[in-house]
């Protein structure tokens, strides 16, 4: 006879969610975006920090905090005082918009520069927290989000 798992057998979700963020440095992060992208570190930190206020523009707030806490605790603090504006929806168009207006880069090159953060972004966070995103997501903006538009 098999019995069940106690609640202490159980891996605790917070916990899970610490360990995620623990591994991550805010430096290992931003090092991550500089090496995948060739952008110089000042570049890498603005876009990562424009990147990821504009994606939390399209979560729901629910969402924002669980991918928060996976986060490096630094880029956390970073994001806790950017100006946010709940948009329910937004396509990839929209989304590029808003990124190039937040970090002064011309529109056409925000796409790759979107896709790259992302690529990091989804190394850094659970997979299980990867699709919770992508699920809120348009259909163009989630192909962004995987890096099939490109």
């Known amino acids: 006879m098999t ?3 106690s609640e202490h057998d159980v891996p605790d979700t917070r916990a899970q969610r610490h360990e995620s963020r623990a591994g991550s440095t805010y430096a290992e992060f931003i090092r991550d975006v500089t090496d995948r992208a060739g952008y110089p570190k000042e570049l890498a930190e603005r876009y990562v920090v424009g990147v990821l206020t504009t994606l939390e523009e ?24 950017q100006p946010v504006l709940a948009l329910p929806t937004m ?15 011309p529109e056409q090159e925000a796409p790759a ?7 990091v972004l989804r190394l850094h ?7 919770h995103i992508e699920a809120h997501l348009s259909q163009d903006l989630e192909k962004l989000w995987t890096g099939l538009d490109g």
């Open 113 to 119: 520069i979107v896709r790259q953060v992302f690529r």
């Open 125 to 131: 966070i659970s997979a299980g927290e990867a699709r």
């Open 58 to 81: 399209r979560l729901p707030i629910a969402e924002v905090r669980a991918l928060e806490s996976q986060l490096p605790t630094r880029l956390d603090g970073i994001l806790a005082f």
């Open 3 to 5: 019995s069940r798992p």
């Open 91 to 105: 396509d990839q168009r929209t989304f590029c918009w808003r990124f190039s207006q937040r970090v002064g880069v």
